[in-house]
């Protein structure tokens, strides 16, 4: 089955609002009734900061190599790859359960299913720029420089937010199909957490287990965040390259997939 994937994007576009509408609802939503409400955007990205830190450079007494020690810089470091893996992780952990949660939405012919992990992929960003806010914040007091390479940031996430897409599609139909495949979402995503370059540099990766790195997509984009946010250095674009087109595949064959199988979704439903 081959469609234009010119007619994907305009797909989606034509149905902007709608998301824009959904993704606040979701980051209102999630905070609705408690007494610190959106606040708890700032707060619970800083205490998780606060606790990785402790128990990497304090029990641990892990070092990143950088020729510092200073244990504010390690954390700033921990905290702009978890604020990148997150974008991902929220997307695929959630994903299995977007057309099940939603199932009142299923059987309205008139309503566009495929905008449910653009919606998921919504809130996760607007979670994360507030953390990447304060990362930069951070960066400033701490280690006394903003790069003008922060301009960069929304070409490195591209691919990782064509990939999360793609991804999400094909879990978000799989999870109608094959329930306990949100089991095996949930194990996947903290095992690729802790194989990626988060809490430990890609140079601390014994050679013989390197492979894992090479083939993890993620852990690129989290090296490359940390050179634009961090170091004001330019991206690696011939990596950059190739993560593109992987996210564009991986983007076009999961909405292909979640096109070609929604039909079937109210039946099983």
């Excluded at 999630?30 to 990785?52: E, Q």
Aim: with cysteine.
């Amino acid at each position: 089955m081959f469609l234009n994937p010119f007619i994907i994007l305009k797909n989606l576009w034509s149905h902007k609002e709608l998301i824009k509408s959904f993704s606040k609802r979701e980051v209102i939503s999630k905070y609705k009734g408690s007494i610190l409400g959106i606040m708890w955007s700032f707060i619970t990205p800083l205490l998780m900061l606060a606790v990785y830190t402790f128990v990497f450079s304090e029990v641990f007494n892990a070092k990143w190599g950088t020729g510092s020690d200073s244990k504010i810089e390690f954390a700033i470091i921990i905290f702009c790859g978890l604020i990148t893996f997150s974008i991902f992780g929220d997307v695929i952990s959630r994903s299995p359960y977007l057309i099940l949660g939603n199932a009142n939405y299923v059987k309205k012919v008139v309503f566009p299913l495929e905008i449910l992990p653009v919606v998921a992929l919504g809130s996760a960003l607007i979670n994360s720029l507030i953390s990447m806010g304060i990362l930069i914040v951070c960066v400033g007091i701490f280690m006394n420089a903003i790069h003008w390479t922060l301009i960069f940031i929304p070409l490195v996430l591209c691919p990782l937010m064509l990939l999360s897409l793609g991804l999400g599609w094909l879990l978000s139909s799989l999870g109608v199909y094959l329930r306990d495949i949100a089991q095996v979402i949930t194990i996947a995503v903290q095992a690729l957490m802790l194989l990626s370059p988060i809490f430990y540099p890609v140079t601390s990766i014994p050679k013989d287990l390197l492979f894992i790195y090479y083939f993890n997509p993620v852990g690129y984009v989290v090296e490359d965040m940390r050179r634009v946010m961090i170091w004001g250095q330019m991206p690696d674009w011939n990596v950059w390259g190739i993560e593109m087109i992987i996210g564009l595949v991986v983007f076009y064959l999961g909405y292909i997939w979640f096109h070609k199988t929604k039909s079937g979704f109210a039946d099983v439903i």
